[in-house]
Every structure is written in C-alpha cells, then in structure tokens.
C-alpha cells in the first residue's frame, strides 16, 4: 500500500481482556514505531524496531504492553489484561533509516481502543 | 518530564488570518524540529521542519520561526484557511546512542486551531 495502515481501526474490550493491535509499515521501511495517544493529548513514544530487533521499549507503560516485529515488516502491539487506563489511540509510524532522511515519519490512523 | 511545552491550547482566526503557535523545549540536545498537523480519525502528517542551524524556514504559507537562545520555536500560518483547521504539534526527536539512535520523537500538547470563515 501507498502508507502505514493499521488493524483494526477500531477496538472496544472488556476490561481484563487481551488485545492485538496490527501495524503494516511502508514497504522497505526499517525503523518503526509505536506511539500512545490520549484524547487531547500529543502521542507518546511506546517503542522502537529497527528490522526485527526492538531497540527501545522505554516508553512500554507495563508489562502487560508487548510489541513484536519477527520478520521485520508487519508489526503487532499486544495489551495483556486490559484496563480502562489503556483506552487511547495507538499509532504506528515507519522511516526509512536511522539516518538523518530516517526522520521523516509516516503515521497510520490509529487504532482507536476503548476498555469498558 | 515534558521536553517540549506548546502554546496555546486552542485558537480560533479569521479566514485571511495569521496563526501562530508557539514551543519551548528544555533538551539542548534536540537538533531537529519538526510540526505535525493532525486531522480527525487520521494519524499525525508531518508539514515542515527546522534545524537549529536555521532561524526560517518557509515553505508555501507555513514558515518556522527558530530561537536558539531562547529554545523557542513557532509555526505561523499566512493566509489561514478553514482547511487548515486540525490539531498541530510540535516535537522534537531525541537520539540516543544507548538506545540505537530511533530517533524517537517527544510531542507537544497540541493547539487545536479553528479557521472561521
């Protein structure tokens, strides 16, 4: 595809419940990223893979988040245990490199998560 | 810790009008700032971006006024247009060789910006 798309757009869960959350990147895009946000609020960094490897997890808020990347393309974000603190939109965005043209990054829409 | 403080909220202009949002940040070691503009039900778009080395950088109607001293940084919009109605943010990235140079980016809050007709 032209961009970043994500599954699904949309996700409502019940509090307690696990949640996969689906990022493809661009085509040929090494570095990507996970990002929270909050209504009203600016996103966040969760994580960062470059290829297959995940480089950073700093911004993973509990145990419960997992992210993986096992071939280096698609990537998923799994919430385990879901809580109502965890409803925001998680956005994934793609770059080409980490060099300095690297940061230019493509978001997808989000996928919007709401825990009841 | 926020890294990057952004002003106002919320602004409303006349069509014809200027917009002007403003950031502050705090890390030295930023050395790129780019503004994202976000529309509803859509991820953030990247619009234009600066270097510290730059005090402007202009591009069609947007144009990013740089202050190395002050570590302040803003985005003007000319001519607004209702079109240009979306959330802006600000950020900037920070890389870090321990943690592979991601380039991870730190957002703003965000100014919501409404352009009347």
């Known amino acids: 595809g032209a961009g970043v798309s994500q599954s699904p757009r949309y996700k409502v869960a019940k509090r307690g419940q696990d949640v996969a959350l689906r990022c493809d990147p661009i085509?040929?895009?090494?570095?990507l990223f996970w990002y929270q946000q909050a209504l009203g609020q600016g996103p966040e960094f969760l994580t960062y893979?470059?290829?297959?490897?995940?480089?950073?997890k700093s911004g993973l808020p509990s145990d419960r988040f997992f992210a993986e990347r096992p071939e280096g393309s698609v990537s998923t974000l799994k919430i385990q245990r879901t809580q109502q603190e965890d409803s925001a939109v998680y956005l994934c965005?793609?770059?080409?490199?980490?060099?300095?043209?690297?940061?230019?990054?493509?978001f997808g829409p989000g996928t919007r998560l709401t825990v009841l | 810790q926020q890294q990057v403080k952004q002003s106002p909220q919320s602004l409303i202009v006349q069509k014809g009008g200027i917009s002007i949002i403003n950031c502050a940040y705090e890390n030295t070691a930023f050395d790129y700032f780019p503004w994202y503009q976000q529309f509803p039900g859509k991820g953030p778009a990247l619009l234009i971006a600066?270097?510290?080395?730059?005090s402007e950088k202009k591009e069609g109607r947007f144009t990013i006024s740089f202050n190395k001293s002050a570590k302040q940084f803003s985005l003007h919009i000319m001519d607004s247009q209702p079109g240009d109605s979306a959330t802006y943010f600000c950020?900037?990235?920070?890389?870090?060789?321990?943690?592979?140079?991601?380039?991870?980016?730190?957002f703003g809050t965000g100014t919501q910006l409404k352009v009347e007709l």
């Open positions: 085509s040929g895009h090494v570095s």
């Open positions: 950020a900037a990235p920070l890389t870090s060789i321990l943690t592979g140079g991601g380039n991870k980016l730190t």
């Open positions: 600066i270097r510290p080395d730059v």
């Open positions: 893979f470059q290829n297959e490897a995940q480089l950073d």
């Open positions: 965005a793609s770059s080409l490199a980490r060099t300095t043209s690297g940061r230019v990054k493509f």
